[in-house]
């Protein structure tokens, strides 16, 4: 008990720094709650990190061949929306999905900006994102839900947004999309948040991430962040932690990763390739600005390390095996062909108490395919019904009144 609570007020510590970030990730936040609640989690990152050093050994020694194709993780997004620009294209998603597939395969155009230095441990982590095909019950998906709900707004593990739209987590990565995030009284901004891997219920397992920081396009454009928030997130669902934690002389509950170079703090969002905020590392090399695991602008990083992809291999190998084991893939479909799906019929109006006689915009939010014919039904209504996207009808008299659609 004594060393658990010892963890617990290091742990406090090491945070303080974060809060000066005024845009953050909310994982450090989000694990510390985790640990309050079960303290039986420190021996699990324990043995995950021991694993993990096991793995690097065997990879150093030439005892282990990573051969062989990628490990393929099916996801699925859950748009949570109330109607504005969080609502984000599914056009926004499949960028996003590239990027992340990139940054984990090391495809992505910028990594010949990692310095020298580091060209050495940089790494293909061997990982593929894929949206699922196959739902929870065995039917065509594009992997997108889109749900209407004010939860959108502060979204938290406790204010139940997860809760709108889960998919079972040992079967698909849950990915929460949502317009803001509680900070739960910390100053800055929360972008994201993960679930690290062996803590926390099964149905919160995921990650959260601002919708206005998924992808490079529409609402995810300009940000700074180049889509790569949810590489963050998705690399501390992942089992890494970042690459500041700890400080400069890491501990049990530092960043354990020795490819990675200790740091005091976090990089501001700017890219400082002269900073070096610790010297106690041999060689003195300065911090590795360019890792997805650092707070610097997503424009400037560009690579996971070896000793990174250890700490993947001990998390797929063992925690979240099932997600990329054959019968998985084959039960969420993502070895199938393309293949459209029918659409899932849905929509959503600004305003349900009107005044007689004021016209009402219903407008189309129909997922999973693209919709070739719409038969909206508005009994009460002129008109009573319409075959328009996004129908405008007025009702003349009190009342309350269903409608309907049919894609």
């Not at 936040?29 to 993990?52: C, N, W």
């Not at 002269?274 to 890792?291: G, I, W």
Request: proline content about 5%.
């Amino acid at each position: 008990m004594k060393n658990i609570l010892l963890l617990l007020a290091v742990f406090a510590v090491t945070l303080t720094s974060l809060n000066a970030q005024n845009a953050h990730c909310g994982f450090d936040e989000h694990l510390e709650k985790m640990l309050t609640e079960d303290p039986s989690g420190f021996q699990v990152i324990h043995d995950r990190q021991a694993l993990a050093e096991s793995i690097k050994h065997q990879r150093l020694s030439g005892e282990v061949e990573r051969a062989g194709g990628p490990r393929i993780i099916p996801t699925v997004f859950h748009v949570i929306h109330q109607g504005g620009n969080e609502n984000i294209s599914k056009e926004q998603i499949e960028d996003q999905m590239r990027i992340l597939n990139e940054d984990f395969r090391r495809l992505n155009a910028d990594a010949s900006n990692l310095r020298p230095e580091f060209v050495d441990v940089a790494a293909d982590a061997n990982v593929e994102f894929r949206l699922a095909k196959l739902d929870p019950q065995g039917n065509c998906t594009d992997g997108i839900v889109r749900v209407w709900s004010p939860l959108t707004f502060n979204a938290s593990d406790n204010n139940g947004v997860k809760g709108l739209s889960y998919w079972n987590s040992s079967k698909y990565f849950n990915v929460w999309v949502v317009a803001t995030i509680d900070n739960e009284g910390e100053p800055g901004t929360i972008l994201g948040y993960a679930q690290f891997p062996g803590f926390g219920g099964a149905s919160t397992d995921g990650v959260v991430v601002r919708a206005n920081y998924i992808g490079d396009i529409g609402t995810g454009a300009n940000n700074g962040s180049k889509g790569r928030t949810l590489t963050h997130e998705a690399g501390h669902w992942l089992g890494l932690f970042h690459t500041f934690q700890g400080g400069c002389n890491g501990g049990f509950f530092g960043e354990s990763i020795d490819d990675t170079p200790p740091q005091a703090e976090a990089t501001p969002s700017n890219c400082p390739q002269n900073s070096n905020t610790c010297s106690n590392d041999n060689p003195d090399l300065p911090d590795m600005v360019e890792n997805y695991m650092d707070y610097s602008n997503g424009a400037c990083q560009n690579t996971f390390t070896e000793g990174q992809k250890d700490a993947f291999d001990a998390v797929l190998g063992a925690t979240r095996s099932q997600l990329i084991s054959n019968s998985n893939l084959n039960a969420t479909g993502v070895l199938l062909a393309e293949t459209p799906c029918a659409p899932v019929a849905q929509f959503y109006l600004e305003k349900t108490i009107v005044c007689a006689g004021t016209p009402v915009q219903f407008t189309d939010d129909s997922y999973n395919g693209t919709p070739s014919t719409y038969d909206w039904q508005f009994p009460g209504a002129t008109p009573s019904q319409s075959g328009d996207a996004n129908p405008t009808v007025t009702y003349n008299a009190p009342g309350v009144y269903s409608v309907t659609l049919n894609v």
